[in-house]
């Protein structure tokens, strides 16, 4: 299998231009420090700020991207001699300029210096890490907010933020064939993981079956796996569970290459092989509330709309079954879909499996649109129209949340329209999800995971191969 590929450094150079030709003032991207366990030699394997790796394509702890005067300019550390001891030798500071096509590589210790003239002026975006959080504020004279969705400490990194996401929410060529590669692996990864499946495993069985595929591509995780006959349990981390016969399990699992880009796929499938008619009627459902979402998938279109579409194909099919009474309208005004799908239709996708969202509702919503006051709806995490070159993840799903449909506060306003009697007829699905990773293009939309097969007959005939 091959390995991921890497981004170009003219590819690299088109970006930072890019972002030279929206700034007003000098812009500092940290990368982060590596993060250690129990003691500092333990260090987990090192993954640089999104938005510093979007520029420099390379995990480069402990350094600094300055965007001054039309130059680029990275500070790091110069290499160690034990590094050719315990890490191998490490390249020169000059064959990194080289190989990146930066205008210059400097120490780390002479950042101080570069920055004092000025100080003051200086915009950059919340670190990810208290000692870069440190080291920034004291290089720029002022207090940088450190950890995700931080508040922007300032109008010029208020600024620095609209930039970046001007430049980020559409995708270049080399971004789209990282985001292509992790997709086809995380699908190939979901197609061993259904292949995998047989009664009398476990869910850790599976999800050892998936990650084998991701680290042969030399992918990690893009987000904590999950892997779960309790799809209720929308990001369940446990892994203990026996599969049994009559059992769903939901495998939300996505890779992400070296440089961040990521994937996110779901599917839902039998561990017996075979859906029962009960799960094959929801599973259907959710099936169709994909389809109506994907079709408003184009550009132009509202990505709120897209979500509407999915809420209301949700309570059509839950009509039609007989677990709701009553004209779909009204029932979406007393908060139907939210009872079974109570989150957003996606999100973002990129480099993070949530791109961009360190910048929080900046990025995700477009200027005058906030979220929903609603429940369900308030989870949306995107409300922007869509352009050719934008990912988002299309995700609907149907769980049966006991903290939900316990809660008088979630079910009072649909009453006897909620028919519990016809839901106890599908106490074998406890949560079904299927996720997409969809690019919007110049006339519709591309599906960048259909790797891995969603229509029922396609995944029993799968399992039933293996």
Known sequence: MPLAPTTASPALVRRREALHARLATPALFAAGEAPSRNYPANRYRFRAASHFSYFVGRALPAS???FIDGRTELFTHPPDPDDALWHGPRPELECVAEELQLDRVRPLVELDA?????????ATLPTQDAATQELVSRCLGREVRAGTGAALASPLDAALADAMIALRLVHDDAALAQMRFAAA?????HVAGISATKPGKTELSTLAAMLSVLRGAGLEDAYGPIVTTHGEVLHSDRYDHDLRAGDLLLADVGGETPEGWAADITRTWPVSGRYSATQRAIYDVVLAAQHAALAVCKPGGRYRAVHDAAKRAIVEGLVLLGVFRGEVDGLLERGAAALFFPHGIGHLLGLDVHDMEDLGDRAGYAPGRTRSALFGDGYLRLDRDLAPGMCVTIEPGFYQVPGILDDPRRTESLGEDLRRDVLARFS??????????????????????????????GIEQLMAAS
């Open 64 to 66: 600094l991207l300055l």
């Open 114 to 122: 570069a920055l004092a003239p000025y100080r003051g002026s200086v």
């Open 428 to 457: 074998d699905v406890r949560g079904i999800r299927i996720e997409d990773d969809v690019l919007i293009t110049s006339d519709g939309h591309e599906i960048l995971s259909a790797g891995v097969p969603k229509d029922p007959a």
């Open 185 to 189: 692996v995380s699908a190939e990864a």
